[in-house]
Each structure stands twice: as C-alpha cells, then as structure tokens.
C-alpha cells in the first residue's frame, strides 16, 4: 500500500525557482530543500496563492526526508484540498496528483517571498540572490512581521 511518505517517490520542483531553493537552503545549513519546500508550502497555503508547475526538472527530494512534525502537517494540508478524500492518501494512482497541488502552493510561496521578502535581492530572472545574512535576516523579520500580533492586519 502506497502513502504520501513512500520512499519511492521523489518530488520534482518547478525548475524556475531552483536557484530560490538553492540561495535558501545552502546559505542556511540548517534547512534542506525539503524544510524550504515545507516554509513555501506554508507561506502559498496562507496567502491562498497556488502556481501550477511550469517545468518539473527542479530541485528534487524524497518526502521521507519530512521529519514527522511536517508529515503530520503535511497529512492535514493534503485533506484541506477540495479534491482529496482520506482515502487517496494511501492511492498510488493519487499520490503524485497531491504533491502536484501541495507543490503548486509551495511555488505560491516562493513567490510570495520574490514579492514580500527579496524583492530587491533578485537577478534578470527573478531568482533570490542574496549572502547567507542576508537571508537569515530577512526570513527573521519576515517571522516577526507575519506573527506580531501588534501589526495591523490591513
């Protein structure tokens, strides 16, 4: 029986957003590409801003590599979607057309941060280029920002 977490199964990204990938992850070592998907995911899921992939010879990663905290979350994103019964989540026929939607607000999310976060740390491409301070920096503010409850909403 196939799940979400099959170590078979590799998740390709949408290759217009390799190099935002690469930037984050390798300037901060602690996260790996599936823990910037993860952040993406988040960030697309709350702005409600989903981008189909273009092109999916991306970065790409193994969902084992999720610790169990984000299967968990993973397993609640996956039930939110309109067109996803619990069921699917052990369908191999449905597994890939799930990531394709999670993956799609993960792309939301890396451009919510081109937009929001390092609108002025990009190349002819659109792409994050930015030192590893720099990075941390901005995700840091962009923390406080997004979870000070003292910020107006509008």
């Not at 390798?26 to 998907?37: E, F, G, P, Q, R």
């Not at 930015?130 to 941390?136: L, S, T, Y």
């Not at 997004?146 to 910020?151: G, H, I, K, N, R």
Request: charged share 25%; hydrophobic share 40%; aromatic share 10%.
């Amino acid at each position: 029986m196939a799940d979400l977490f099959d170590g078979k199964i590799d998740i390709h990204l949408d290759d217009r957003y390799s190099t935002d990938y690469e930037t984050i992850a390798n300037n901060l070592t602690a996260l790996k590409i599936a823990d910037v998907y993860f952040l993406c995911l988040i960030l697309g899921y709350r702005s409600g801003r989903s981008i189909p992939a273009d092109n999916l010879k991306g970065k790409e990663f193994r969902p084992s590599y999720f610790t169990s905290l984000q299967r968990n979350l993973l397993y609640g994103f996956a039930l939110n979607l309109p067109t996803v019964k619990p069921e699917d989540l052990t369908n191999e026929a449905q597994i890939m057309p799930i990531y394709a939607q999670l993956s799609g607000y993960a792309n939301g999310g890396m451009q919510w941060l081109r937009d929001r976060v390092f609108s002025d740390a990009q190349d002819e491409a659109g792409a994050i280029v930015a030192d590893a301070d720099v990075v941390v920096m901005r995700l840091n503010e962009m923390l406080h920002d997004e979870l000070d409850p003292q910020v107006a909403p509008f």
